[in-house]
């Protein structure tokens, strides 16, 4: 499975952007996917995850950031009221077979 990740970019605080991943080769049996960044200087974290109908988020981003996997091969991340903490690279993440996959990243900076 390879992953591609896009829309990252350069906001302002309280701004709005929408990350997505677009997997490929063997999608057809995905268990799950998902979204983790990683901060200058911090371990990678998990922001949020789709597994069929369940979808979890970590805390800092509830209420703020909505993930959709709109089909067996596309997850996006809806990412609003943008903070200077969110800044980080995002990665997606795929799960099939019990293998993880990982995307290359997308750059998310928010300026204050």
């Known amino acids: 499975v390879q992953l591609q990740a896009s829309g990252g970019g350069l906001v302002q605080a309280g701004e709005s952007l929408r990350l997505s991943c677009t997997a490929s080769g063997r999608v057809f049996d995905i268990n799950g996917m998902g979204w983790y960044r990683q901060a200058p200087g911090k371990e990678r974290e998990l922001v949020a995850l789709?597994?069929?109908?369940?979808r979890r988020y970590a805390d800092s981003v509830k209420g703020r950031f909505t993930i959709s996997r709109d089909s067996k091969s596309s997850l996006s991340l809806q990412l609003n009221s943008l903070k200077p903490e969110d800044t980080a690279v995002y990665y997606c993440?795929?799960?099939?077979?019990?293998?993880?996959?990982w995307g290359q990243g997308t750059e998310v900076t928010v300026s204050s």
């Open positions: 993440n795929a799960v099939r077979n019990n293998e993880i996959y």
């Open positions: 789709s597994t069929g109908s369940i």
